[in-house]
């Protein structure tokens, strides 16, 4: 396998300004900077219509650009047609010939460039021991499973050895089982060949699972960009709490303008994470149902306030239990269920421990987008 991935190398991505006004006026991506390194795993997440196919296709070069720069490995690719850039794209339809075998679908990758017929079959034979097809060559697309087929065009695009690879949604039609292998199955292989990809999606726990980074975008602009565990732990912004996981959102008011600091859930304060540069006031914080902890007993101080159980979600190896909090609002707790544990039921008072490395005030309230600070200084200058 290690031959076979020399010859394979990432491409790096830079975007600046990156605008599409369609016709009519709709403005599908509105302005975003990103910069992608050499041989990541980088996702788009983003609810249907925020600007991610849009965004994929002018990285393709299928659509132009209304304004904005794409750089590719440092070259300006706007004056680049599709199929000299060296990027290739995998669709949620595969598309397959279903009159051509496997190996017949996969030489037809290599169809615009001028690659000899005798130097043609390695490079296919090659591609399909990548994605683990070679024993399926003499076989027809409709004698093969949903994720072969998608195997077989991940085969087809890998042939041209791109240095960058884009996915739009490639998993989208499989059912869930083999969704979760291929989850697997893809991201061993872009460690295999170490080509960059881009990789679509509208669905949270496959951008989690598989990314090195992501950029999670909403209405044409990039809400947040960061590795799995930061944009999760640490959501900028109300909707990118709320489109990943389960999001405890609470107003409190906020008396530091950055670091660990006090805010007030009603009439209890607790400790609190503020981005650096808060102005005061009001704000809303954000905690995980896992870092929210329910205890007995009266304890208070160390970030507690007490609770009244409302509901418990009994979900096997955990529950989600519902608490109201005095200031009126309900948060939910993750309380994993051990056998010798007596299980919480509602009406029961609690105190609730919210750690202050777990309890964040949001940067944004509102859907605002957050620019990267170097990329936009980046843009301004360029
Ligand atoms: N050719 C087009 N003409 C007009 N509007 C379009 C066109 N293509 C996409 N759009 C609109 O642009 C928005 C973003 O689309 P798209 O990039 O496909 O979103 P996503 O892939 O995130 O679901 C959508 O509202 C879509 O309807
Ligand atoms: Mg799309």
Known sequence: MTDKATKYGGGSISIRALRKEFEGGFIAVDGINLDIASGEFFSLLGPSGCGKTTTLRMLAGFEQPTSGQIMIDGVDVAQTPPHKRPVNTVFQSYALFPHMDVWKNVEYGLRWTDTPKGERKPKVDAALELVEMTEYAKRRPNQLSGGQQQRVALARALVLEPSVLLLDEPLGALDAKLRHSLRAQLTALQRRVGITFVFVTHDQEEALEMSDRLAVMSKGLIMQIGSPREIYQFPRSEFVADFLGVANLMDVKVSTSGGVGPVK?????????????????????????????????????????????????????????????????????????????EPWSSGDACRVRMPSDSLHVLETSGDAAWADDEAATASKAG
Do not use: C, K, W
């Not at 005061?280 to 905690?287: C, E, H, L, Q, Y």
């Not at 009266?298 to 955990?318: A, C, I």
């Open 265 to 341: 859930l009603g009439d209890f304060t607790l400790d609190a994470q503020v981005p650096q540069g808060y102005t005061p006031g009001m704000g809303r914080a954000v905690i995980r149902p896992e870092s929210v902890h329910l205890e007995e007993g009266d304890l208070t101080g160390d970030n507690r306030v007490p609770g009244m159980v409302e509901r418990v979600v009994y979900l096997g190896s955990t529950s989600q239990v519902y608490v109201r909090l005095p200031q009126g609002s309900v948060v939910q707790s993750l309380v994993t269920n051990a056998v010798n544990e």
